[in-house]
């Protein structure tokens, strides 16, 4: 319930609107979108102007399963046959990937991570002095840097003059990226939340965050209360930051604390970060 409460109001917001969302969850997944999709009635949808759907991933440790609910065919299921391989890349495209790994929680439990791809920067200046044109061939040219393209593919450099095409001209991808563009690291991104504390999983959890910029992971219990975290299939605090620790993070966002602690989540807070900044407390 913790992690699926909102989906309904993912729903309501989404609908009637010409959006397409990807969700992805662990086996079973199908089955519960299906039955938070029929706690309701869906009888006006089919005149909607705008067709929301949901492409739903449902991830076991081997394949992918996908399925498709459309809005305006009152979310049917609509079951794709391509059952995928699945090796620990969720999405992947020109601009970013998500790597899920399965965490034991008693129950498979997916970790995340979103990874950036390097950011392609147009320095304007240079653009400028080489007399070049801001445009649409500036995406192609990002996307063909991207893509890994051989420095001597020729792109093309064109503009418009009013409405007419205005000119043409073909420079080496190599000396495009020497000249005008400046390349930036993407950032990393991992979430981490219901895992119990035991070898496998926190190696899983280092080696997923491993050199992330901003980790956000659960910090269900105080290490005083390890026996109960244990029994709850949870992390502690301490257990937390020094995983984040060994992940080498840059920085850490603790949530998912029981709510035996309401109004002293700084406790948890404060033990999470000694363990963190390598402090025991
Ligand atoms: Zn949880």
């Known amino acids: 319930m913790d992690h699926f409460i909102g989906f309904d109001y993912l729903l309501r917001v989404c609908l009637g609107r010409d959006c397409h969302i990807s969700i992805f969850g662990p086996p079973g997944f199908h089955r519960q979108i299906e039955n938070k999709i029929n706690a309701y009635t869906w009888n006006l949808v089919e005149n909607y102007t705008n067709d929301f759907a ?3 991933t449902e991830v076991h440790p081997e394949h992918k399963l996908l399925r ?3 809005c305006r065919k009152a979310f049917e299921p609509e079951i794709q046959d391509a059952n995928e391989n699945f090796s620990g890349t969720l999405v992947e495209n020109s601009s ?3 790597k899920g ?3 034991d929680h008693k129950i498979p439990c997916l970790a995340y991570r979103f990874e950036e791809k390097s950011r392609v920067n147009i320095k304007k200046n240079a653009l400028l002095e080489m007399g070049l044109p801001v445009g649409a061939w500036l995406m192609d040219l990002k996307d063909r ?3 890994g393209d051989p420095d001597d593919t020729p792109v093309r450099v064109w503009w418009k003059e009013g409405k007419q095409e205005g000119g043409e001209r073909f420079i080496p991808l190599g000396e495009l990226k020497a000249t005008i563009v400046k390349m930036t690291p993407g950032q990393k991104i991992a979430y981490i939340t219901d895992a119990v504390y035991n070898e496998d999983n926190a190696r899983k959890i280092v ?3 491993y050199g992330s910029d901003l980790m956000f992971i659960e910090a269900m219990f105080l290490h005083e209360d390890a026996d109960k975290a ?3 299939h949870h992390l502690t605090a301490r257990q937390a930051g020094a995983l984040a620790r060994r992940a080498g993070a ?3 966002s603790l949530f998912h604390f029981s709510p035996k602690y309401k109004g002293a989540g700084d406790l948890l807070v404060e033990e999470a970060m000694a363990a963190f900044n390598g402090r025991e407390s």
């Open 250 to 252: 840059k920085r850490i």
């Open 145 to 147: 840097i991207l893509r």
């Open 68 to 70: 498709t609910y459309h």
């Open 230 to 232: 244990a029994e709850k």
């Open 54 to 56: 949901l492409h739903v």
């Open 101 to 103: 790994e399965f965490l």
């Open 96 to 98: 970013f990937a998500v």
């Open 207 to 209: 080696e997923l965050a």
